[in-house]
């Protein structure tokens, strides 16, 4: 079966072991993210399966546009993955307002937007006749536990777990199941060497488990899966 994939901010990580993962599975792959010679890039080298949708998730109309060209070009979304995140690394005293917003912006509220989006396709105004789908959030560590010296970035995080939560239980029944990944170290940087490896998530391996969601069983779905690398204590 041949699906429309989202996957809303896409950067050079794991944002794009996804994508390729996806793509490799037989997905049709939208690509989002702000930085257009990136996403062009990327989806030159993927190919016609593969189209870019330079977007800033903040920007509510961007957003709508972005969804109107996926469903021109590629059709209705069955897959979606809320994969941005935004946030200072600043703590309580230091973090402006303004900062604090932008966080919640990017991940809770581009999560929610597209997810509305998303649904309208996998649920539509009759949920006798939904066809369903898969919608993906993005964790951290910080969905869990709040990490000192990074109250924007913990606390929009903690949003994002909740909307996945609460989502999962309200469409669950129209056959959309939406799961919340938390990445509970950090994830193996694209481009450089590192001297410890073994301490890093391999993005391509966490992409395997992003398709396992989307392949999943509706009789035994995932809500939370929490991945972390084999050397970090439990
Ligand atoms: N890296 C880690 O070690 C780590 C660890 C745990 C969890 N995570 C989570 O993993 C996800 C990111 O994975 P990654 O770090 O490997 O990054 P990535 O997939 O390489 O890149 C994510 C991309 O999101 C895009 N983005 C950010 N703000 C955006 C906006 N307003 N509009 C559109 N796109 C936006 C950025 O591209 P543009 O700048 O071009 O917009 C960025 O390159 C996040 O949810 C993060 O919290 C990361």
Not at 5 to 17: K, N
Not at 152 to 171: C, N, P, T, W
Request: net charge negative; glycine share 12%; with cysteine.
């Amino acid at each position: 079966m041949t699906r429309t994939a989202v996957v809303a901010g896409v950067g050079p990580g794991l944002g794009e072991s996804i994508a390729r993962r996806f793509v490799a599975e037989g997905c049709r792959v939208a690509l989002l993210a702000r930085t257009a010679s990136y996403v062009e890039g990327l989806a030159a080298d993927l190919g016609e399966a593969a189209l870019a949708v330079p977007t800033d998730l903040t920007d509510p109309d961007a957003v709508d546009d972005a969804f109107a060209t996926v469903r021109r070009e590629f059709g209705p979304v069955d897959v979606l993955v809320n994969h941005a995140s935004g946030g200072s690394w600043k703590g309580v005293r230091d973090v402006s307002l303004a900062e604090f917003e932008h966080a919640w912006q990017v991940g809770a509220r581009a999560g929610l937007q597209c997810s509305q989006a998303a649904l309208d396709d996998m649920v539509g105004d009759d949920e006798e006749a939904a066809t369903g789908g898969t919608i993906i959030f993005t964790g951290a560590t910080s969905s869990v536990r709040g990490r000192g010296g990074a109250a924007a970035f913990s606390s929009a995080k903690f949003a994002v777990r909740g909307l996945a939560e609460s989502m999962a239980r309200e469409f669950g029944p129209a056959g959309v199941h939406v799961a919340h990944v938390v990445i509970d170290g950090g994830i193996r940087p694209p481009g450089r060497d590192v001297s410890n490896p073994e301490e890093y998530l391999d993005p391509d391996a966490i992409a395997d488990s992003y398709w396992h969601l989307v392949e999943q069983d509706e009789s035994a779905w995932t809500l939370e899966l929490d991945l972390r690398p084999h050397v970090e204590a439990f």
